[in-house]
């Protein structure tokens, strides 16, 4: 089997987007590292799989649908708190990602564009993995500074949130 050519919508019922922010400072021990997840998002991906450098795809993430999913014991009144710090940070736009380059060949690709956070837009590089079964996997690593973003400190930055963010994304396509 192989991707279907074509061009695919995509959401959660296709797969995750998973957000890893890290905890650091004097009082480390007593936060936590988080997995987030994207619970509503779109996609549409234009897919070559004879040329996979003609592809690409477009995705739409809103900010406001970031759930924590690790650590699952988590206290109610923690999540609370921490939701309520993503939304300040983040407010509840739309976080996007437009494609500019695809390399590679299956099952390794390189897929290049521009990711907007809260009105700031970098490059960065996802790299993905692609399984003749449609499986497409894939991870990216930034900073918030990239983006303008300030991570969450407590007072005096004895418990802040790392500058890095990894981003994960695995999704389902159709195969042919």
Do not use: C
């Amino acid at each position: 089997m192989t991707i279907a050519k074509g061009t695919h919508n995509l959401g959660p019922d296709d797969g995750k987007v998973l957000v890893n922010v890290y905890k650091e400072g004097a009082l480390a021990k007593m936060g936590h590292d988080l997995t987030l997840e994207a619970t509503d998002w779109s996609a549409k991906a234009d897919i070559n799989p004879d040329d996979p450098s003609s592809s690409s795809i477009s995705v739409t993430v809103d900010a406001g649908s970031l759930e924590i999913i690790s650590p699952a014991d988590m206290p109610a009144k923690d999540k609370a708190d921490i939701a309520k710090n993503i939304t300040k940070t983040l407010g509840r736009g739309a976080i996007t990602f437009e494609s500019t380059g695809v390399s590679g060949s299956v099952p390794s690709i390189s897929l290049k564009g521009n990711l907007t956070i809260s009105g700031n837009s970098n490059q960065v590089t996802l790299n993905l993995t692609v399984d003749d079964n449609g499986s497409v996997t894939g991870k990216t690593s930034f900073t918030h500074k990239q983006f303008g973003i300030k991570p969450f400190s407590a007072p005096l930055g004895v418990l802040k949130v790392k500058d890095g963010v990894d981003i994960t994304v695995e999704v389902q396509l159709p195969t042919a």
